[in-house]
């Protein structure tokens, strides 16, 4: 990590410039907190005006100090700040937090200052931070940058945690400490990257992954600037064993990419961010309060053995909606051995000993349920004991909490609380947070905490899958393809066929005497499609022909298809038609699609001519190993009909498995030179695969060829 970051996040000294002695002004609120917080380290004031300023010595500019700030807080105009960057850079300043908006948020011109101040202080070796930042928080090292309303709390209210916070909205990030201090619990740090002109979340993620004190980072997200250095930050946390929970705001449909190819337009914005957050073992979530307790749940948990779930609780009602959360987020609840049923017998009056357990009557011996707890936390099926309190007698409350306390104590094995037990109860959920349990009082943070779990464990045993290589015949195909360029279907489809991908047996063919051979040859029935770098999507422009059975059908479609694109696109270059084995079946849609942030993205979907409409889709950052492909595919609902639905044949699986593996090698070898990759349909017929429609857009190729 630069040095200049680290100057910038833990400062060994502050320059605030643009302060004055009035309290309502940024710089007066900084230098406040900073004493208030406990700040021991020196803090100078810089003013023109040189003010008179209790609590820190004013100069008029940062050349006058008596050695360069590690930090410089910028409670400035807009327009001053060019020159103090400059000044900045000259003194040689860590770094710089930017308040003040009015920049790339408002309008060209304030998009071309925000340029011009970021090139400034990359210019003199100054991190940025900013604009529109709400500054750092690091309460325990009395830290605090920042004029934000929660620090307006008792200072033994902004407590110190486990969770480090990146947000890109201050006024968030002010309501999860305040959430934090409400709970009796803290974070670790915070900060506030706004508008990102320099120092982006990923250079923060990778730093927290670092941080001592932070054993989870919860990220307010509203956009990713840098796919690569985001996910570089996150594949650091990830090898430093820190779990990652993200809240994705601003998913509105005008936020969505404006793409007219089918892949591009499946990739809505939150469907890609859930998708790299997924590949990545970041636990994704929907508002900024089930962020965090999602966050201090799994910061509070050790990384469990395994991924088996055992969940004890005294409701019936509580249980059933729990076990249907959990099958459908993929949570797995092992039924109890045959040892374990045993052992719950006599602990059971009305309740079944199944997994989750319904302990029923049990509440009138409240001294009995931690032992059942305690039978759960035996069994080696379960990974993760959860334990569920709803309304109780508030007389077993103490006793109860104080008892799971201990035996969390006593456990290598994370044990969960889901404390639904209301107000009479209080005292019990207080109890369980002061000593530091793991508590969540919602059944959908809760899940999302198993999950994120189960996904650190993976993250931490599995290694990067490698992605096996081509021969050199299809390295010599991508030299040879031209650069920035739609390739027609035959030209497409020699590139797959060259990477083993299955495409139909056709013939290109230049006149309708050539498509009849072609044909003939074939063997009937056959498809035609007009051939045209002019037309990429044929069935818009009617220029598809399906199941022709003679000769004469194959006339009849040369011409009509002709006559067809002729009409919907004037002026359209038709060179031929492509004669293909016509092969009916369930259809799926596989391809590559690059998102301008993280690049490109491996689809799997189900498929035809209703793909966008459907939008039953699925994308994973490469590579994807075939367990993985497996995943995706199952998740579909389109699956189904891939199982034998009604009738159907079942369709081959692994195959399918297989041919996405396959893709997402594409995707990792050649992914710099794929604008796009889209299959559509791609079709099981005859007893395997085939990809019967191919769009390949290329990218011009990079430096290295």
Not at 166 to 175: A, D, M
Not at 312 to 340: F, I, K, M
Not at 574 to 598: H, K, N, S, W, Y
Not at 678 to 693: A, I, K, Q, T
Request: hydrophobic share 45%; glycine share 12%; with cysteine.
């Amino acid at each position: 990590m630069p040095a200049a970051l680290s100057r910038l996040l833990r400062p060994e000294s502050i320059a605030i410039v643009g302060l004055s002695a009035d309290p309502a002004k940024h710089g007066q609120r900084v230098l406040t907190f900073l004493r208030r917080f406990g700040y021991q380290k020196p803090v100078w004031g810089v003013n023109p005006n040189t003010p008179e300023v209790p609590g820190a010595e004013v100069f008029p500019r940062l050349r006058d100090l008596s050695r360069a700030p590690d930090a410089i807080v910028l409670a400035i105009p807009p327009p001053a700040i060019p020159g103090v960057l400059e000044e900045a850079g000259e003194v040689g300043a860590g770094g710089a937090i930017l308040f003040s908006g009015g920049f790339a948020e408002a309008g060209k011109e304030g998009a071309s200052l925000q340029a011009r101040i970021r090139d400034i202080a990359r210019a003199g070796g100054v991190r940025l931070l900013g604009p529109n930042s709400a500054g750092i928080v690091h309460a325990a090292a009395g830290t605090v940058m920042s004029f934000l309303t929660c620090l307006e709390r008792p200072a033994g209210e902004i407590r110190d945690g486990p969770v480090g916070l990146i947000t890109q909205s201050g006024g968030n990030g002010s309501f999860i400490h305040n959430l934090a201090a409400d709970r009796g619990s803290g974070l670790a740090i915070s900060v506030s990257t706004g508008n990102e002109a320099d120092v982006q979340a990923g250079e923060i993620l990778e730093w927290l992954a670092g941080h001592p004190q932070v054993r989870v980072v919860a990220m307010l997200i509203e956009t990713v600037r840098d796919g690569e250095r985001f996910l570089n930050g996150a594949r650091k946390a990830i090898a430093a064993g820190r779990p990652m929970v993200a809240c994705k705001i601003g998913n509105s449909e005008s936020g969505r990419r404006a793409v007219q190819t089918h892949t591009g337009a499946l990739a809505g914005a939150l469907r890609v961010y859930e998708a790299v957050f997924e590949s990545l073992g970041i636990v994704s979530t929907r508002s900024p309060e089930e962020m965090f307790e999602v966050a201090e749940v799994l910061a509070r948990a050790p990384v469990p053995k395994d991924d088996g779930v055992g969940v004890v609780t005294h409701s019936g009602g509580t249980a059933v909606q729990l076990a249907d959360r959990a099958d459908e987020a993929g949570v797995s609840l092992p039924a109890p051995s045959p040892g374990l049923q045993e052992r719950l017998g006599p602990f059971l009056q009305f309740g079944a000993a199944a997994n989750p357990a319904d302990l029923g009557g049990i509440v009138t011996q409240p001294e009995r349920f931690p032992e059942v707890v305690r039978c759960f936390l035996d069994e080696p099926a379960y990974g993760t004991v959860v334990v569920v309190s709803t309304p109780h007698p508030p007389s077993h409350t103490e006793g109860r909490a104080r008892a799971l306390v201990k035996l969390a104590q006593e456990t290598a094995k994370p044990l969960i609380h889901l404390w639904l037990a209301g107000g009479q109860a209080e005292h019990g959920l207080r109890i369980l947070r002061e000593a530091g349990a793991s508590v969540a009082t919602g059944m959908d943070p809760l899940v999302r905490a198993l999950r994120g779990l189960s996904a650190a464990r993976r993250m931490r045993e599995e290694r990067p899958p490698e992605a096996a290589g081509f021969g050199p015949a299809l390295h010599e195909k991508f030299r040879a393809a031209p650069g920035a360029a739609t390739l027609t279907e035959p030209e497409g489809k020699a590139l797959l066929r060259e990477a083993g991908i299955p495409v139909p047996p056709g013939r290109f063919v230049a006149s309708e005497g050539e498509a009849v051979e072609a044909a003939g040859a074939l063997g009937f029935p056959v498809v035609l499609k007009i051939v045209s770098p002019d037309v990429h999507h044929k069935t818009e422009v009617e220029g598809v022909r399906l199941n022709l059975r003679g000769p004469e059908e194959v006339r009849a479609a040369w011409r009509e298809t002709r006559e067809s694109v002729r009409k919907r696109s004037p002026g359209a270059r038709m060179t031929g038609a492509l004669i293909e084995r016509f092969l009916p079946g369930v259809e799926m849609i596989l391809g590559i699609a690059r998102d301008p942030a993280f690049g490109p993205l491996v689809l799997v979907g189900t498929g035809g001519v209703l793909a966008e409409v459907l939008e039953d889709v699925r994308f994973a950052l490469p590579p994807v190993t075939r367990a993985r492909a497996a995943e995706l595919i199952h998740a579909l609902k389109g699956a189904r009909l891939l199982e034998g639905f009604r009738g159907r044949p079942k369709a081959d699986l692994e195959g399918l498995a297989d041919l996405v593996e396959t893709i997402s090698r594409l995707a990792v070898h050649f992914g710099d030179r794929f604008e796009e990759l889209d299959l559509n349909p791609v079709v099981f017929s005859g007893g395997r695969w085939h990809v019967l429609d191919a769009l390949v857009r290329l990218r011009a190729p990079g430096p290295e060829g």
